[in-house]
Nanobody, 124 residues
Framework: QVQLVESGGGLVQAGGSLRLSCAAS????????MGWFRQAPGKEREFVTA????????YYADSVKGRFTISRDNGKNMVYLQMNSLKPEDTAVYYC?????????????????WGQGTQVTVSS
């Protein structure tokens, strides 16, 4: 079992930045693909970004490419999401997730463990 806890969300003005963190416990994260997803009110959960076990590859949704950066520190069992140039449409609950396999890193069904989420609100 892997327990994931997100932090770092909050209220920020458009154009601002936030850094989300995901802390894992239970097992080392080094063998998991890690992803971030988000869900806005009234919308389905959507893929944001993912990173492979050794950070050799990362994947981004078109809507965040060039603005968001995913990173990981396996030694600390942490995953991060640096979000720059935030827009009101980035407002959502952001979830950290862990997957044992790299079958479909952009699909939520690929992930085995989920955090409870952290709210990000971007004001215009």
């Amino acid at each position: 079992q892997v327990q994931l806890v997100e932090s770092g969300g909050g209220l920020v003005q458009a154009g601002g930045s936030l850094r989300l963190s995901c802390a894992a416990s239970g097992r080392t994260l080094s063998s998991y693909v890690m992803g971030w997803f988000r869900q806005a009110p009234g919308k389905e959960r959507e893929f944001v970004t993912a990173i492979t076990w050794n950070a050799a590859n990362s994947y981004y949704a078109d809507s965040v490419k060039g603005r968001f950066t995913i990173s990981r520190d396996n030694g600390k069992n942490m995953v991060y999401l640096q979000m720059n140039s935030l827009k009101p449409e980035d407002t959502a609950v952001y979830y950290c997730a862990a997957a044992r396999f790299l079958n479909a890193p952009t699909r939520d069904y690929n992930y085995d463990y989920w955090g409870q989420g952290t709210q990000v609100t971007v004001s215009s």
